[in-house]
Every structure is written in C-alpha cells, then in structure tokens.
C-alpha cells in the first residue's frame, strides 16, 4: 500500500487549498478513504471520510461547510478541497486507507495557516 499526499503549503486565513492523493497498492475502489490531519501535540483527527464509490461522505464538525472529499476511481486519487481556511487548520494532514482492521496512512502534507 503506497499512499502520496501533495498539495499542502502556506496559505493566509480565509484562502484555499486543494490535497491529492494518490493511491497504489490496493484496489483502490474497493475500499473507504479519509483524510486525517494531525497539529502539534494534539491527536490525529478525522476530517472527511468518503465511501467506495464516493457517494457517501462524512465530515467532521469543525470541518462542516468548508472542506469537500471526493475521489477518482480511475485515477485511483483522493482529494480534498477545502476553503475558508483558518489558523486552527494548520496541521499535517494525511490520507488514510481503510482496508480491513487496519488504517494505512503516507507521508502526510503540511498546511500551515498564517498570516
């Protein structure tokens, strides 16, 4: 399972960002992806979950409004585009492979959110 997120960087408040992720290793369609996002000495947290098809989406609260998962099955890609971007975003996000008991996870990309 090989997962590479990109699209990360310095963004003001308010501004957008679109993450990629592309995905190898697995059947790409068969299984739910998320993305994950983690910020220094806080514990990682779901930001958005998308189904097989990528009909189905969840998206956590603080996240609700200004972020949208979606996916390419072809291109075996996971995206996450998110708007309205505030200091509290700054994070390592990840992208998260949810295949059987375990999660799998790459490198992550940094957001930073500053003025």
């Known amino acids: 399972v090989q997962l590479v997120e990109s699209g990360g960087g310095l963004v003001q408040p308010g501004g957008s960002l679109k993450l990629s992720c592309s995905a190898s290793g697995f059947t790409f369609s068969n299984y739910v992806m998320s993305w994950d996002r983690q910020a220094p000495g806080k514990e990682r947290e779901l930001v958005a979950l998308?189904?097989?098809?990528?009909?189905?989406?969840r998206y956590a609260d603080s996240m609700k409004g200004r972020v949208t998962i979606s996916r390419d099955n072809v291109k075996n890609t996971v995206y996450l585009q998110m708007n309205s971007l505030k200091p509290e975003d700054t994070a390592v996000y990840f992208c998260?492979?949810?295949?059987?008991?375990?999660?799998?996870w790459g490198q992550g990309t940094q957001v930073t959110v500053s003025s």
């Open positions: 998260t492979a949810k295949i059987g008991v375990r999660d799998y």
């Open positions: 998308i189904g097989k098809t990528g009909v189905s989406t």
